[in-house]
């Protein structure tokens, strides 16, 4: 890391203690360390032991902050209701809201289907190449306070993407955002001429969003 951008975390870290100083005490200080440890440990490809770590210092903060943590998922969930039927603009999706979510569709064909998700730990790995799209047009959101997204590409779809990671890391191809505030609006070259065209709408506070293409 290059010293403007220590100086800019700094910076940043001065800034939110002054203006929350008052909700940190010895435990909320642990367990924001121990987050930041879990997010490299899971940016340098320890997955597990960096999930394991982010997941301490996250109950570490719960224990600490419950009522703030509480504010902080029901504000989320506040945002996810509005921006579903924004992104979807019909009734016609699916609506999920769980504490944990875990959607493995690498493995076999899977029916791909219009769907809004949101919850406070998520883990998904999509692969395109197995899906079996009812509509020509789908849109799916992922949505929640932590999450894992692994998406996989191939080069016979339209897609589009618009995702924002607050704490974590975006990588699409060669391409690797990490830090804080990372954003993403991309699409495919194909994504006008193609018969079948897919939506991708990532919202986190902390996680990982992978894109690769098949």
Known sequence: MDRDRWIAFGLIGIGV???????????????????????????????????????????????????????????????????ARRAHGTDRYIQKQNFMSNFDWDSAPWVMRSMSVWHVLGEADVDLSLALPEEKYTVMMFHGILGDIDLALPDYYGVEIEAFVLFGSI????????????????????????????????SYLGGDLSIRFV
């Not at 191809?173 to 065209?197: A, C, D, F, H, I």
């Open 171 to 202: 990588d699409i191809g060669k391409q690797k955002e990490t830090g804080v505030m990372n954003r993403l609006n991309w699409k495919s070259p194909n994504y006008e001429t193609s018969e079948y065209k897919v939506k991708f709408i990532v």
């Open 17 to 83: 203690f002054m203006l929350f100083g008052r909700w940190f005490g010895f435990f909320t200080i642990v367990a924001l360390l121990l987050m930041v440890a879990g997010i490299q440990q899971i940016r340098s490809g320890y997955i597990r032991k960096g999930y394991i770590i982010l997941g301490v210092g996250v109950v570490l903060l719960l224990l600490d902050h419950l009522m703030l943590i509480i504010g902080i998922g029901l504000i989320s969930l506040g945002i996810f209701y509005g921006k």
